[in-house]
């Protein structure tokens, strides 16, 4: 299995613009989750999907942030418009059925730098 | 509210010498505890968990953790630190839905 792919791997933009995040988890996952590494805030969970419906979207910091899973095999995070706050390592995971007790598998994470 | 705490931002220690990589837990109900590792430019990989059973859970790369209940800590350790294992690792709580709740992580160097 190649495991959790993501791309691009880095992204530079400039303010204003849309930018899309793509993710294909592992086959046979469930659920998925969108992470965001930056060194003020540490590992913040953007929002999971469970069985390609979203559960918890709470840590999505504000309107300008979507996501999307039309199915099990990939899904995308948008940012629109894009600002230089939004610059961080964005991270997409994957886990097995079974819930509480399974591992994330991660992928190998965006840099996205918005000028 | 489920949380982690990871004391220490970073941990130095000689190669060859014992590690310890501290973490403390707060969750209402059993534990689902893990601990993750990342080199740079890299995502997460998972090292061990502990679900339920022995108290001393054993992972990759010869890492160990030590689940104690009364003080609510998940300690991750190893008995001889090799310089390749300098990475940033993070312990996790798992909630019923298996969302997980990362720590600050902790920033291990281990010097030649």
């Known amino acids: 299995d190649a495991g959790v792919i993501q791309s691009p791997r880095h992204e530079v933009t400039e303010m204003g613009q849309e930018v899309t995040l793509r993710c294909k988890p592992i086959?046979?996952?469930?659920?998925l989750f969108w992470y965001r590494q930056t060194m003020m805030r540490g590992l913040e969970l953007l929002i999971y999907?469970?069985?390609?419906?979203?559960?918890?979207d709470s840590g999505m910091p504000e309107d300008r942030f979507s996501a999307k899973m039309p199915n099990a095999s990939f899904s995308t995070l948008k940012i629109q418009p894009s600002e230089p706050r939004d610059s961080a390592v964005y991270f997409c995971?994957?886990?097995?059925?079974?819930?509480?007790?399974?591992?994330?598998?991660f992928g190998s994470g965006t840099q996205l730098s918005v000028l | 509210a489920q949380s982690v705490a990871q004391p220490e931002d970073q941990v130095n220690v000689a190669e060859g010498n014992p590690l310890t990589v501290k973490c403390t837990y707060s969750v209402s109900g059993n534990p689902y505890l893990f601990w993750y590792v990342q080199y740079p430019n890299r995502g997460l990989q998972f090292l061990l968990k502990?679900?339920?059973?022995?108290?001393l859970v054993k992972g990759s790369y010869g890492f160990e953790a030590e689940f104690n209940k009364s003080q609510t800590s998940f300690h991750l350790k190893k008995p001889s630190a090799l310089v390749s294992d300098s990475a940033l690792y993070f312990c996790a709580v798992n909630t019923n839905a298996g969302k997980s709740t990362f720590g600050d992580g902790t920033t291990l160097t281990v010097k030649p």
């Open positions: 502990y679900i339920t059973g022995d108290n």
């Open positions: 999907f469970n069985n390609n419906v979203p559960i918890d």
């Open positions: 086959s046979g996952h469930n659920s």
């Open positions: 995971a994957s886990s097995p059925p079974n819930g509480r007790g399974e591992k994330l598998f």
